[in-house]
């Protein structure tokens, strides 16, 4: 028993710090509702609420967690942003990721990254992020 069972926990990322800049066909978007929900070790998940600032730029800190790797469980961790802008809400991030390192949604360190509500979300795959993104950054 203690073979599957036993082991320690460690500290995942089940979500990486966000910085960036929201914009609407070019222009800021300011005071912007921002909603980030993460699923990960339940069905209902957790909600967190930020906002923009007047030129559009915002922040959402890094989110962890104690997590023990199991043979009987595969790690997935879904995300969600939304923004709340003129009556309307846009979903700008979506996504499932099967580890919890540091910046993995990312493929390393972001740069420079900028989110355009007028477009349509991007796909990105790895072997491990499914994403659906409105937002670019560099590497």
């Known amino acids: 028993m203690s073979l599957f069972f036993g082991g320690d926990k460690s500290e ?18 300011s005071n912007a509702d921002i909603k980030l929900w993460i699923k990960w070790k339940d069905t209902k998940g957790e909600s967190f609420h930020y906002k923009t600032d007047e030129k ?7 989110k962890t967690d104690l997590y023990k790797d199991s043979p009987l469980a595969q790690l997935v961790i879904t995300q969600e942003i939304t923004v709340e802008y003129k009556g309307e809400s846009h979903l700008i ?20 990254l900028i989110c355009e509500l007028a477009e349509d979300l991007n796909t990105i795959r790895t072997d491990e992020v499914l994403m659906g993104t409105r937002c670019n950054w560099e590497i």
């Open 56 to 62: 559009g730029y915002f922040s959402i800190p890094k």
């Open 12 to 29: 995942i990322v089940i979500f990486s710090p966000l910085d960036g800049r929201l914009l609407y066909k070019g222009e800021p978007v």
């Open 93 to 112: 991030w979506t996504l499932s990721k099967t580890d919890g390192r540091l910046n993995v949604e990312f493929g390393g360190e972001p740069k420079n």
